[in-house]
């Protein structure tokens, strides 16, 4: 158990440095190729801290005193060291990196205080038996109180990481709420603003939204798919998780502007913008297969427009786990992300010919695809933004629970 205990403090060490020299590289060349070993080390470093506190239940003679400062660190980093970006801003990660490192130091400099040797863990600080049966006693009894919370904060932590995942970064998740994020890209004098959406916000997240879109030579491509022949047998909207949640459906927000037609682009003007010009750049259902438009259909049939969102969740995985097919799955995400994504990009060489700046509001899960065509064109990475869409504690938490059990029927 030394050894594995010297182990952790060396990668907890390790770790902050390569978060250091990651972080710095990012500022300087915006390059992520350290980012890769910086994550091994500190998943490294997590797993071995794992088995090195319930170690602390076994072995007596692990210093407490110089391993749960590191353990309380660990823990906070899981839930992204949150406050820590809303008080020092975009460079929390590297200030968190730099105290993860002096935190670090600091205990190696009491462990060779303690021990007179080594900043590491020596013999002489295991010598005599091990095993406690009082020390396993008191350790499981604590931890009665701290694993619950040890399990909230990993599961938080793997959410996360999933939504952050599948979204490029575009949706995080952090204690106080849900965030999105813009990114400006540039390329000589024009520019490309993409803005990660959600069906659901708060209505000042959608004001600030819309106030930060200036007048000038922008154009907005609009997300809203249309249904010309009908196709949707069923009312699909967001509007009543909306108002159970005591949020504002995107569906209800509309940018400011001059609503014009594709074949705009292909005129040319001299006049000065008052207001942005906004181009629909969705495409129509008719495009999508027949089994996406059976799935939307059970979609707001059994969810959308259910009384209970329990009740209309069971009844939906239940009529897809007898429709629903993992081809079915691939030409529904064909249809919703590939198909509309290759729709507003194509808008782009065009749109960069006339206007500076190029606005693309749409939802989270098609920025992944879309930045990645952006940056194939040649764009970089100037700033992002994150605008708080819904916070934690406005939610109507009573309202919310009635429905979901029942009670307010």
Request: hydrophobic share 45%; charged share 15%; aromatic share 12%.
């Amino acid at each position: 158990m030394r050894k594995l205990a010297n182990l952790f403090l060396i990668l907890f060490v390790v770790s902050a440095l390569f978060g250091i020299a990651d972080e710095l590289v990012q500022q300087l060349l915006s390059t992520p190729f350290l980012t890769g070993l910086q994550q091994f080390t500190w998943l490294a470093c997590l797993f071995c801290a794992v088995i090195v506190y319930f170690g602390l239940g076994f072995n007596r003679h692990l210093p407490k005193i110089i391993l749960l400062p590191l353990f309380i660190w660990l823990f906070w980093s899981l839930v992204d060291y949150w406050p820590l970006e809303n008080i020092v801003g975009k460079y929390f990660q590297l200030y968190a990196a730099c105290g993860q490192l002096l935190l670090g130091i600091l205990m190696l400099k009491l462990n060779q205080k303690l021990n007179h040797k080594s900043p590491l863990f020596v013999q002489s600080q295991f010598v005599g038996s091990a095993f406690s049966g009082q020390n396993l006693l008191r350790f499981c009894l604590i931890n009665i109180l701290l694993l619950p919370m040890a399990l909230l904060f990993v599961g938080y932590s793997l959410v996360n990481n999933l939504i952050e995942t599948n979204t490029a970064g575009f949706v995080q998740l952090k204690p106080n709420g849900l965030y999105m994020t813009e990114r400006i890209y540039r390329k000589a004098d024009k520019q490309i603003r993409l803005v990660g959406m959600i069906h659901l916000g708060q209505e000042n997240y959608f004001t600030a939204l819309m106030e930060s879109i200036h007048e000038g030579q922008t154009l907005i491509l609009m997300e809203g798919v249309t249904d010309t022949d009908g196709l949707l047998t069923e009312h699909f909207s967001y509007g009543k998780i909306a108002d159970l949640l005591g949020l504002t459906s995107q569906e209800n927000v509309h940018f400011k502007g001059r609503l014009i037609e594709a074949t705009t682009l292909d005129q040319t003007t001299t006049e000065t913008q008052n207001v942005p010009d906004i181009l629909p750049a969705d495409i129509d259902l008719k495009q999508f297969d027949p089994r996406t438009l059976e799935v939307l259909n059970a979609l707001a049939k059994y969810v959308l427009n259910a009384k209970s969102l329990t009740q209309g969740y069971l009844e939906f995985n239940r009529w897809a786990q007898n429709h629903v097919t993992s081809e079915t799955n691939k030409i529904v995400m064909d249809d919703l992300i590939g198909k509309r994504n290759r729709s507003v990009t194509s808008y782009l060489p065009k749109a960069l010919i006339k206007y500076d700046t190029v606005v693309i509001p749409w939802g989270a899960l098609h920025m992944k695809g879309i930045e990645k065509i952006v940056l194939s064109k040649g764009f970089q990475l100037e700033q992002d933004r994150k605008r708080l869409s819904i916070d934690f504690l406005l939610l109507p938490y009573g309202q919310l629970w009635d429905n979901l059990t029942g009670g307010g029927k």
